[in-house]
């Protein structure tokens, strides 16, 4: 590569200004969701896993009002083809109601902001939190936003001392080592971006890298991105299928942790079908409880919730029942029907899915257990697994051998790497990403937590966490990549990460 273009072009809009700038899987979810769970009240909660890194009150101020504009976005027409298109998945009555969706921001955020101290100035600075409640149909679509308006306002007004140079050139370098090693990966990294530009920039570094690997015939591939909206500006694949959110929402809805996990995998056949968005996410009540129901068979007919009717949208001033009313509810999702299936036999959720999905603890004890797994339901077939877990070009390619080791296909979900690597432009050293989080935090009134596989990335009420915990006899497990704090370097130690796959 000879010519980075991000040196000399201006950034483009700030913000967010597309409703499918946003991960696939929360329009995969928010599908689900108005299939089976269309009248769930639901509350979301934001966390800064690096507390030290305070927003001043320009940058909140900033905050407010580019959150305020989401309301004013709406899906194009364009947008609508395009998912049609490309997202066969995502059925009729969901794009309909898509098509008529909106936000309501002053209704359903609320912004508050903690100074340290206040002393009238502009650079101030405080914590800012957010809480986000209303129909989890309604409210589904915000987290991704969020979380990236609240690095951009942190990079915009807090840590100036930065640029866009080098940035194409960095992305291509590091999808060049990937393809070069036969990675099959794909980009992760919008709830954690710098800006906008910036993952214009890094998806068309990806893009020249994964063009020179074609010509050349490698093995390694660009896959995809999880943002909606730059796989339609980029013409690559939009790829994700579901999130913690699902299991976390589905167990709180139910308050029956014990068979939840069996439910929400239940639903989401229901909603898409065997073998369609076929990655599951193992680890939000720990990989163990997972692996006990995802070795139960998939029923023939999966029904809704009793009381939902999934013709009901609450997302503008004028009910849109009308525009849904050729899906009526119960609604019932045949799975498959008797003799449909050449041997007529019931199969597991294990045989449907693809893979899994690996999003904490330990990766190399992940993989084994896996393959204990699948060999033990005698499952010979060779499955997938995705690696997603604060990734880089190293641990791509460690996690890589690993897998193939274990007979296991991997594929690799790399984001913050990819879109919030950047160095002071004064000092030279790692400019350190924001770790922020939000969570569904409630759903039916009652508290939704995730466990996970690593200590540290328990998440929601202490008191059910810990409750959860001793229900499904979960094992404490601490790994020492773990440490949420200092997930992605601390000044001093950070420039050795930022020169990967250069």
């Not at 700038?21 to 966390?47: G, I, N, R, S, W």
């Not at 060999?375 to 880089?392: A, C, Q, R, Y």
């Not at 460690?398 to 790399?414: D, H, I, K, L, R």
Request: glycine share 8%; hydrophobic share 35%.
């Amino acid at each position: 590569m000879t010519h980075d273009a991000s040196e000399n072009r201006d950034p483009l809009s700030e913000g967010v200004f597309s409703l499918l700038d946003t991960d696939l899987y929360k329009l995969t979810m928010q599908c689900a969701v108005l299939k089976y769970f269309p009248d769930v009240e639901v509350t979301y909660a934001f966390t800064n896993r690096t507390p030290d890194m305070k927003l001043t009150r320009s940058a909140f101020r900033w905050m407010e009002a580019q959150i305020q504009k989401l309301g004013n976005i709406s899906l194009s027409s364009e947008e609508l083809k395009y998912l049609r298109k490309t997202c066969p998945y995502l059925n009729e009555p969901y794009l309909r109601f898509l098509s008529n969706f909106r936000l309501r921001p002053s209704e359903q955020v609320r912004l508050s902001y903690n100074l340290i101290k206040d002393t009238g100035s502009d650079e101030d600075v405080g914590d800012v939190h957010f809480d986000v409640k209303g129909l989890w149909v309604d409210t589904i679509l915000y987290e991704i936003p969020l979380l990236a308006l609240t690095s951009e306002a942190y990079f915009k007004f807090c840590n100036r001392d930065w640029d866009y140079k080098e940035q194409e050139e960095k992305a291509y370098h590091k999808g060049t080592t990937l393809i070069e090693h036969s990675c099959l990966f794909s980009e992760f990294g919008t709830r954690r971006r710098r800006d906008y530009h910036t993952q214009d920039l890094v998806l068309q570094g990806l893009k020249l890298a994964a063009e020179e690997g074609k010509k050349k015939d490698l093995k390694g591939k660009l896959m995809g991105t999880s943002n909606v909206h730059f796989a339609m500006r980029h013409g690559i694949m939009p790829v994700g299928t579901v999130a913690h959110e699902w299991f976390m929402g589905v167990a709180a809805i139910t308050n029956d942790y014990e068979t939840a996990t069996e439910i929400a995998l239940r639903y989401w056949v229901g909603t898409f079908g065997e073998g369609v968005l076929g990655i599951a996410l193992t680890d939000t009540f720990g990989t163990r409880a997972f692996l006990n129901a995802f070795n139960q068979s998939v029923p023939r007919y999966t029904s809704a919730a009793s009381g939902g009717a999934a013709t009901l949208a609450s997302t503008a001033a004028v009910s849109t029942t009308g525009t849904l009313s050729e899906t009526k509810p119960p609604l019932h999702a045949p799975i498959a029907l008797k003799g449909e299936r050449e041997d007529d036999k019931l199969r597991s959720y294990a045989q449907v899915f693809t893979g899994v999905r690996q999003d904490s603890g330990d990766p190399a004890g992940f993989v084994k257990m896996m393959r204990d797994f699948y060999d033990s339901v005698g499952i010979m077939e060779k499955k997938t697994i995705v690696f997603s877990d604060s990734l880089n070009i190293e641990l791509c390619l460690e996690y890589m051998q690993v897998a193939e080791e274990n007979g296991f296909q991997p594929t690799f979900g790399v984001g913050t790497f990819l879109t919030n690597d950047f160095v002071n432009a004064s000092t030279g050293k790692k400019s350190v990403p924001l770790n922020i989080v939000i969570k569904i935090s409630s759903a039916s009134g009652r508290p939704a937590v995730k466990i996970s596989d690593n200590i540290g990335k328990n998440t929601g009420d202490k008191a059910t966490v810990e409750s959860v915990k001793r229900r499904l006899g979960y094992i404490e497990k601490e790994w020492e990549g773990g440490d949420e704090k200092t997930r992605w370097g601390t000044e001093e130690e950070g420039v050795k990460s930022t020169s990967l796959g250069k």
